[in-house]
Structure formats: structure tokens, C-alpha cells
């Protein structure tokens, strides 16, 4: 495995992650919408007995579960890789920032970065990248 590649890979994904967490939570609010009730009939206590859950229920509560369990996971990686991104240098991340999540061009980022050669700003970004890599996998990659 690459791990420098697989490491810009994350970084560059970033945005969709929070953009997938988006669209988990609005899914959950319209499972939700879809299975509350939709108006209450007149209630009757005659005939207390415990109705057996039909497989349209079960399907619901499974879809429901999935959608929690989804916007769990999304949210933890997000929250890994904006944690190990803190624990980078400030200039290792701001051009993170700016290189991966935010899409600046490269100019751009010398510029805000207040660097000279395209040379400097390469050797910075593999730096940074590969201080990445090594807080996100660990050892495996030495």
C-alpha cells in the first residue's frame, strides 16, 4: 500500500465526508418524518393485548439503525482526521487546509503561505503529508 497516496486520498475527501454526514442526518429526519404518526384515531382501552410487530416495522427500525450506524462512523472518521490534522505544525496545517480541503491552487497557496518557489512549496507539502500518514497509520508505514 501507498500510504503517501492513500493519506492525500483522505485528506482530499474531507469535504464528501461532511457533505455524506449531511445527507445521512437529512435520510434520518425523513425516515423519521415517514414513520411517525400521521393523525390519532380515538383511543380505546378495551382490548389491552400486545400486538405482534409486523415486517414492515422491523424494516423500518432496521433502516433507522443503519442510517444512526452510518452517521456514526462518518462522524468519528471526520473527527480522527480533523484531530490528526491539529496535531501537525500550524504550517503543516493551514496547507493542508488550503491544498486539500479548501482546493486552492497552488499559486494561491504561496501566496497565502507567503512561499517563493513551487520547489519549497512541494517539499512542504510532502512533509505535511507524509506527518499525516504517519499520525493516521502509525508504524506500519516507517
Request: hydrophobic fraction near 40%.
Amino acid at each position: 500500500m501507498d500510504y503517501f497516496r492513500e493519506a492525500e486520498n483522505i485528506l482530499r475527501k474531507v469535504n464528501l465526508l461532511e457533505k455524506a454526514l449531511d445527507n445521512l442526518k437529512r435520510h434520518k429526519g425523513l425516515i423519521i418524518q415517514r414513520n411517525a404518526p400521521q393523525g390519532c384515531k380515538a383511543l380505546s382501552y378495551d382490548k389491552l393485548a400486545s400486538a405482534p410487530i409486523d415486517k414492515e416495522t422491523l424494516t423500518e427500525l432496521c433502516e433507522y439503525a443503519q442510517c444512526i450506524e452510518r452517521i456514526t462512523a462518518t462522524e468519528y472518521e471526520i473527527k480522527r482526521i480533523k484531530d490528526i490534522i491539529s496535531q501537525l505544525s500550524c504550517e503543516e496545517q493551514n496547507l493542508i487546509q488550503l491544498w486539500y480541503i479548501d482546493g486552492m491552487s497552488k499559486d494561491e497557496i504561496k501566496e497565502k503561505l507567503y512561499i517563493s518557489s513551487h520547489s519549497t512549496l512541494y517539499k512542504l507539502q510532502r512533509q505535511a503529508v507524509s506527518n499525516f500518514a504517519l499520525l493516521y497509520f502509525g508504524a506500519i508505514i516507517l
